[in-house]
């Protein structure tokens, strides 16, 4: 058996194994010379405060070595060395090349598990005799190179076993788990600059039933926080989490939780039928809603804005798909109750039959990070765990520790960013932000995007000089509520994109309208009302698309099509004032390479499909609600 130390040596040996097992010449595993790696993080600009409201970009979904599942597969950065790299700095990577952005984000924030906080590391530190049996039988299942599926597998998704629940587990694990909840908020406060940057605390709950993904990231708005994270252990159902946090909220501790990426939750995360298996109360609803305003739909495990199988008629549907389970056997997810669009759908549905809506909820992207980074650049992508994807030759299928059969790297996404309008660039207006849905996700661009609708806004409001004055006091930002009234006819959208100053240009904008019919049915339809390059929808609606100017063998793209900018108000031809509906923006960018060909280019291998993609950003809902 080796011992702890033993153990951060083998990870390390480990590493270069897989490596030298790739067969290849890696280039990410060589100095690099861009003098962004030597260079110290940037000043912060303030940006002060607009009461029109602000874009600020973030990752409310990072991981550091205080988690478990982090630790264990090589990462060893702490949660300032994430504040430090969120704010432009260079960290070291878990295979031990330098990373950092190609620029600062705004806000970010620490989630690390509150299972096992702090457990693995700590346990790795120890000389001394067993402290803590039930961890030091997890951690010792793969402790002689023989790092199997099984040890990941006990690891990651038996957290919540009875056999944890010991009284060795209790005292240990507690005092542990305090110290590191202890580490993560000092961290917080150390880097939090108001005006310049801003951090959370917050940690990530990690129910994991039947090995269906439930989990949700627990966001505080400011630095008055429980004595330690509510974890699965003590409560296991998410309803056990919300009375939770509304318990912290009347103590004086406003809180949100995040619910993530549902794509492989089996169906779970958005399910018809709610807690108890009877349909959703007015009462559950309101909670569940209350607690969980804003939903990730865009991450590193793909996106879960829609599926093929629900959307049939979206020709984007099947953007940066990972539509297979966490375990072994990479079973197929159920994309019934999987994909955030389905769920608005299905909220419209209950609210027409039974008067309560559980699925009202913006969007936001993160990355999901375990490298103490937000790795969403596709041209700079770093993966998700050392062990598994820390070098270009793992990331393409190369893995010491999975078959390639079940290597689930190269289909994970570089991706995703969480887009805030806010007044500052602090704790309270971010989260209040977030609070009224003001939100949006992007797949890692900084698209910008205004997104307004109105009963009697103008044609030409887009290109207004006070377009943003006139659109807050005529109508709503996205995650507002459009009430109809008699005679108003169809409502208006104002949309506007920008693209991300450093990135791609512009394909076009498009709105997913989801409405219920008088039977209470739901149906969506996606309509393209903006196009580049002088595109206009044919008889069904749809716009041409443009050429790709990606090159695959140099992994390079070029702004020769498409557009910097976007804009226009659409009216909804289809519009009934009788039925209940939602309104998103979706704006595609032109065509770029994917990081899976930017690590073939450098490896000289071929790209795997897809070898490109268009990124995009999607906006939080508007609701129309009938007048009665």
């Not at 393409?396 to 660039?425: D, H, I, M, Y």
Request: glycine share 8%; hydrophobic share 40%.
């Amino acid at each position: 058996m080796l011992r702890p130390r033993a153990r951060v040596r083998l990870v390390g040996a480990l590493i270069a194994v897989a490596c030298a097992a790739c067969g290849v010449d890696d280039p990410t595993l060589q100095p690099r010379d861009d003098p962004r790696f030597s260079a110290p993080p940037p000043d912060l600009p303030d940006r002060g405060h607009v009461a029109t409201r602000q874009v600020f970009f973030g990752d409310l979904h990072i991981h550091t070595s205080l988690s478990y599942d982090a630790y264990t597969f090589g990462v060893r950065a702490l949660p300032d060395d994430a504040y430090v790299y969120a704010k432009g700095g260079t960290i070291s990577h878990g295979v031990g090349y330098p990373i950092r952005a190609s620029r600062p984000l705004d806000f970010a924030a620490v989630t690390d598990h509150a299972e096992y906080l702090g457990a693995a590391r700590w346990l790795d530190e120890q000389e001394g005799p067993d402290r803590g049996p039930t961890l030091r039988q997890v951690l010792d299942t793969g402790s002689r190179l023989r790092i199997t599926w099984n040890f990941i597998e006990k690891a990651l998704f038996q957290m919540a076993s009875g056999d944890i629940r010991d009284a060795s587990f209790r005292q240990t694990g507690e005092e542990v788990a305090t110290r590191a909840w202890r580490e993560i908020q000092d961290a917080a406060a150390r880097h939090d600059e108001p005006g310049r940057f801003t951090t959370f605390v917050a940690y990530e709950w990690s129910a994991m039933p039947d090995e269906e993904n439930l989990h949700r990231n627990v966001v505080y708005r400011g630095s008055r926080v429980p004595g330690l994270p509510v974890s699965s252990i003590d409560a296991p159902d998410p309803e056990d989490l919300w009375n939770a946090l509304d318990a912290q909220r009347a103590a004086g501790m406003p809180v949100l939780a995040i619910p993530h990426n549902a794509n492989v939750s089996n169906g779970r995360m958005y399910a018809r039928l709610g807690p108890g298996g009877e349909p959703w109360s007015a009462a559950q609803a309101e909670t569940r809603t209350r607690n969980e305003p804003v939903h990730e739909i865009l991450q590193v495990k793909g996106q879960s804005e829609t599926h093929p199988a629900l959307s049939p008629s979206d020709e984007f549907a099947d953007f940066e798909l990972f539509d297979r389970m966490l375990d072994a056997r990479a079973s197929p997810s159920e994309p019934r109750g999987s994909y955030a669009r389905d769920a608005l759908r299905a909220g419209l549905e209950s609210k027409a039959q039974r008067g309560s809506n559980p699925f009202r909820f913006g969007f936001l992207g993160s990355s999901d990070s375990h490298n103490a980074s937000s790795s969403v650049e596709e041209d700079d992508y770093h993966g998700k765990l050392p062990l598994l994807d820390g070098t270009a030759g793992l990331r393409l299928g190369a893995s010491l520790l999975l078959p390639k059969s079940q290597n689930r790297a190269v289909r994970w996404s570089a991706a995703g960013l969480a887009a805030v309008w806010a007044e500052e660039n602090t704790r309270g207006a971010l989260f209040d932000a977030m609070r009224r849905m003001e939100t949006y996700a992007t797949s890692g661009p900084r698209i910008t995007v205004r997104f307004f609708g109105g009963l009697a806004f103008a044609e030409g409001l887009v290109d207004h000089p006070g377009f943003v004055e006139r659109a807050y006091a005529a109508g709503v930002p996205m995650g507002g509520t459009l009430v109809a009234s008699p005679g108003s006819g169809a409502p208006r959208f104002a949309v506007v994109a920008q693209r991300d100053p450093i990135g791609a240009n512009l394909d076009r904008i498009q709105i997913v309208k989801g409405w219920v019919d008088d039977a209470g049915r739901s149906h969506e339809r996606v309509f393209d009302v903006a196009a580049s390059d002088g595109r206009v929808p044919d008889a069904s609606g749809r716009v041409a698309p443009l050429p790709s100017t990606v090159d695959l063998a140099t992994a390079t793209y070029e702004n020769r099509v498409g557009a910097p900018r976007l804009a226009t108000v659409w009216r909804d031809p289809e519009f009934d004032p009788d039925h209940e509906a939602f309104y998103y923006a979706r704006v595609l960018e032109i065509a770029t390479p994917r990081w899976s060909t930017h690590d073939a280019v450098a490896l000289g291998v071929p790209a795997p499909e897809p070898a490109t993609l268009q990124e995009r950003a999607i906006t939080s809902a508007i609701w129309l609600r009938p007048a009665d």
